[in-house]
């Protein structure tokens, strides 16, 4: 039923930590891959932007990304549309201590759409309405 089910998307670091001179990198993200979930699927393109800053200890990535997802109302099921803007960091580490961190491989490379699909949860409503006073399914 369902396919692949870990589709990821990795980011390569390597040039980026090896040039001492550069301190920010940007990478544009355009990932027409649909992302469906138990909680939602996305009906729109991840665009945005991926930036990863440099200090002398640590990286960190910020993440500037728009979609669009389709959710079911809890009451009608009648699908409806929100849009998602996500704005939030992550810490990139050898080894994870928090969910709030991102693991980078041995070759230097990050994937970034599992803590998209994590913040994409994140702001999803708890109970899904399509209206305030949504009746549910009307019974005859
Ligand atoms: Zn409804």
Same mark, same amino acid.
């Given at each position: 039923?369902?396919?692949?089910?870990?589709k990821?998307?990795?980011?390569?670091?390597s040039?980026?930590?090896a040039?001492?001179?550069?301190?920010c990198i940007?990478?544009e993200i355009d990932?027409?891959e649909k992302?469906k979930e138990?909680?939602f699927?996305?009906?729109k393109?991840?665009?945005?932007?991926?930036k990863i800053?440099?200090s002398?200890?640590e %990286?960190?990535?910020?993440?500037k990304i =728009?979609?669009?997802v389709?959710? !079911?109302? *809890?009451?009608?099921?009648?699908? $409806?549309?929100?849009?998602?803007? %996500?704005?939030f960091s992550?810490?990139? =580490?050898e080894k994870i201590?928090s !969910?709030? *961190?991102?693991?980078?491989?041995a $070759?230097?490379?990050?994937e970034?759409l599992?803590?998209i699909?994590?913040?994409?949860?994140?702001?999803?409503p708890?109970k899904i309405?399509?209206?305030?006073?949504c009746?549910?399914?009307?019974?005859k």
């Amino acid at each position: 039923m369902s396919g692949p089910k870990n589709k990821q998307v990795w980011l390569n670091l390597s040039n980026f930590i090896a040039d001492k001179t550069q301190d920010c990198i940007e990478f544009e993200i355009d990932n027409n891959e649909k992302i469906k979930e138990e909680r939602f699927e996305t009906s729109k393109p991840l665009q945005g932007s991926v930036k990863i800053f440099k200090s002398k200890h640590e %990286l960190v990535a910020h993440f500037k990304i =728009k979609t669009e997802v389709v959710l !079911s109302c *809890d009451r009608c099921l009648k699908k $409806i549309q929100k849009r998602i803007n %996500l704005d939030f960091s992550r810490s990139i =580490k050898e080894k994870i201590e928090s !969910s709030e *961190d991102i693991k980078i491989s041995a $070759i230097n490379q990050i994937e970034i759409l599992e803590p998209i699909k994590q913040e994409i949860v994140l702001n999803i409503p708890i109970k899904i309405l399509c209206q305030k006073d949504c009746q549910g399914i009307k019974l005859k």
